[in-house]
């Protein structure tokens, strides 16, 4: 069961300073001891794998992993299907291995799509293995709580010589041969607090694990050397590559027709979206010169009901916009589902600043493809 917004906004404003008073000092305090807890208690896991006691689990293949270390949206997804796109056209036949959260399967095994059919829906997958299924037609995308599972039956039952872990900095039992990390360039490690006292996942010293840095996100030289300088503490050596997610699209979700993202430019739009950083998608929308004029703000993975599809209706016909842009994440649980005016999902794309860099950092971890699918 996901919290209550309104328990998380109150809990977001009393961890970040913005609650004042003896009671929202007592609440503080008190997180910041569950914080110290989590965060002993998962040194404690972790400990039996640092020193060999407990030992990774190899695949026969490659393997590539795509997470964070902080709770929120960072471009996860999108630079999944950037490496997807970019290790296929070096000759690798791809599969991506994701938990499938959100979707009822709750990390039970599930074949999302294969070579040729998706075969599951979002309710069933979850809605980011959903889309990337549909997005990238001919990958295999695999759900399951047990990688390694998902990722011996990418390999023996679907030809797959590559495996990319969606979200899987935090999938300690599986041993990768590239572990990559996003991170926000205006805030890379949030308040430096892991939960429930912060947005991180573990302690920054786990980016010590990371073999490269991808950060996101437009901003002066200044920030940029300041989150250097703080990634730098935590990790000297490994390389740090800049980039943004730029929208590339807009994709319709009544008959497939697709639009250049200058279509909004000046046109009243409604940004819905159930994502875990919806502000970075109305910022994006904004950039991009649309005028924001509502916002449909639902829970991160949240599934479309009756009743979400007609509120979104009145407030679209309320707000008199052109348009309701929807993440390509959303799309997914969107389609056939009728809206009052046009909606359109905004589909982003990584661009990296030393492209040339990160692939040969790639090739470097992970080889050349076999032989027999360089022929």
């Known amino acids: 069961m996901r919290p209550s917004p309104v328990v998380v906004g109150y809990l977001e404003s009393t961890i970040y300073g913005k609650r004042r008073g003896p009671i929202a000092g007592v609440v503080r305090f008190l997180l910041v001891l569950l914080s110290v807890a989590y965060g002993s208690v998962l040194r404690l896991y972790l400990w039996p794998f640092e020193i060999g006691l407990r030992k990774k689990q190899r695949l026969s293949r490659p393997v590539i992993s795509v997470g964070n ?71 295999p995308v695999l759900v399951c709580k047990d990688r390694a599972r998902s990722g011996r039956a990418a390999i023996g039952d679907l030809g797959a010589d590559l495996l990319l872990l969606d979200d899987g900095f935090q999938v300690w039992k599986l041993h ?126 949240h599934l479309y009901s009756d009743e979400d599809i007609e509120r979104v209706g009145r407030s679209a016909v309320e707000n008199a916009v052109d348009f309701v842009v929807a993440t390509e994440k959303d799309a997914v649980k969107l389609h056939g589902r009728r809206f009052a005016v046009p909606i359109a999902a905004l589909h982003i794309r990584l661009e990296l600043d030393d492209e040339q860099g990160f692939w040969e950092l790639v090739t470097r971890r992970i080889g050349s493809p076999p032989k027999s699918r360089q022929d």
């Open 176 to 301: 990768r041969d590239l572990d990559i990390v996003l991170v926000s360039i205006a805030n890379p490690l949030d308040n430096g607090r892991t939960l429930p006292a912060g947005r991180l996942r573990e302690p920054p010293t786990a980016l010590r694990r990371a073999d490269c840095i991808i950060a996101a996100g437009d901003c002066d030289p200044g920030s940029r050397e300041n989150m250097l300088a703080e990634i730098r503490g935590y990790l000297p050596s490994a390389p740090v590559y800049f980039g943004r997610f730029r929208p590339c699209a807009l994709v319709s979700l009544v008959d497939g027709s697709e639009l250049p993202v200058e279509a909004v430019r000046g046109k009243r739009v409604l940004a819905l979206s159930a994502i875990a950083n919806p502000a970075l998608f109305e910022e994006t929308l904004a950039a991009a010169g649309a005028a924001i004029a509502g916002r449909e703000r639902l829970p991160d993975h």
């Open 69 to 139: 270390i902080t709770v929120g949206g960072t471009g996860k997804t999108p630079t999944v299907q950037y490496l997807c796109k970019g290790m296929a056209g070096r000759g690798w036949r791809p599969a991506v291995l994701s938990y499938g959260y959100g979707g009822s399967l709750g990390g039970r095994f599930g074949v999302v799509s294969d070579e040729a059919n998706v075969r599951l829906t979002p309710d069933l997958a979850g809605d980011e293995p959903a889309m990337l299924a549909g997005s990238m037609p001919g990958t």
